[in-house]
């Protein structure tokens, strides 16, 4: 069972700097300096940070600058080519202190980033952040991490500054893992819904009319969730409630009454042939968890457990 704290209690007061002051940067530098941390920021671009120095932070010139006292760095920038330009140009300010990289980034990235962050001698903690900007500092802000426990344990107590945090393994790029994985659903998700609202429209249906009955399907989610969640584990897939045939019934229905309305339909063509595929290799009886079998990768992948 994974780790798990919450802001409950007052942190002690480590010195923390934060590289990177967009939207997030800057709800991670506030969440700091309101539970009592000194606090140095940075930002590649300047004039970010007016807010959080009314609030006391203190502003660097630079990267390396603002590290030199800081035993814990947060790192929140675009993307990992400007993660890894940020933490080149810190060069060896970083030696013996701990990096917690919350830039949203693949696995592979956060594995690559850990091992030269072990050739330059500094700590390196990947985080994932699962919550808006405005639960930063609040128990329902949540922030998953991997790498080293005992590099985690050791900082835990500064990090419940920013929310709810848990440890997810000593794998890298487990945390990123994690939020690749829920930002599938989620963009999906948002997709679906977006494309329904546009096939409402074209039929005269307008969304206030279209929602309230849409509210209805994220009540039967969670159950759907845990039950597809612990047949893909177990690699189980029972069509008695149902099948992956009537899913490619249901699917070939919806992408015909938006093709007759002028709709794009590439994301439910590719979702229909991926059904047809695992009808045609006969799967069709089975349920439509079944198709994890088809999507997902091979063991054997670096960090699979």
Do not use: K
């Not at 945390?175 to 005269?204: I, M, N, S, Y």
């Not at 969670?222 to 069509?239: K, Q, S, T, V, Y």
């Amino acid at each position: 069972m994974p780790n798990e704290r919450s802001s409950s209690t007052n942190p002690t007061r480590t010195a923390v700097a934060v590289l990177g002051l967009g939207p997030m940067g800057r709800a991670l530098a506030g969440a700091l300096r309101a539970a009592g941390h000194p606090v140095a920021v940075w930002n590649r671009t300047p004039g970010r940070d007016s807010e959080l120095l009314a609030l006391g932070a203190r502003s660097a010139v630079s990267a390396a600058e603002a590290v030199a006292d800081a035993p814990l760095v947060l790192l929140c920038v675009r993307d990992q080519p400007a993660a890894r330009a940020v933490l080149e140009t810190t060069g060896p300010a970083l030696r013996g202190r701990t990096v917690v990289n919350a830039t949203s980034i693949a696995p592979g990235d956060a594995r690559a980033n850990a091992v030269d962050a072990e050739a330059r001698g500094f700590d390196l903690l990947a985080a994932a952040i699962l919550t808006p900007t405005p639960t930063i500092g609040r128990p329902e802000g949540t922030v998953l991490l991997s790498g080293d426990a005992e590099v985690f344990a050791a900082h835990t107590a500064t990090l419940r500054a920013l929310g709810t945090v848990r440890h997810v393994g000593a794998d890298p790029g487990r945390a990123a893992a994690f939020d690749a994985a829920l930002l599938d659903l989620f963009w999906t998700t948002v997709h679906g819904w977006l494309h329904a609202l546009a096939l409402a429209r074209a039929e005269g249906i307008g969304g206030a009319e279209l929602a309230p009955y849409a509210q209805g399907l994220p009540r039967i989610l969670p159950p759907l969730i845990d039950d597809f969640a612990r047949r893909a584990d177990e690699r189980r897939h029972p069509g008695d409630r149902s099948s992956l045939a009537s899913a490619e019934a249901g699917l070939a229905h919806i992408a015909h009454t938006a093709r007759a309305r002028g709709l794009d339909t590439s994301v439910l063509d590719a979702a229909l042939a991926l059904t047809r595929r695992a009808v045609a290799a006969g799967h069709g009886p089975e349920g439509v968890s079944a198709l994890v079998e088809l999507l997902a990768a091979e063991p054997g992948l670096p960090g699979r457990p």
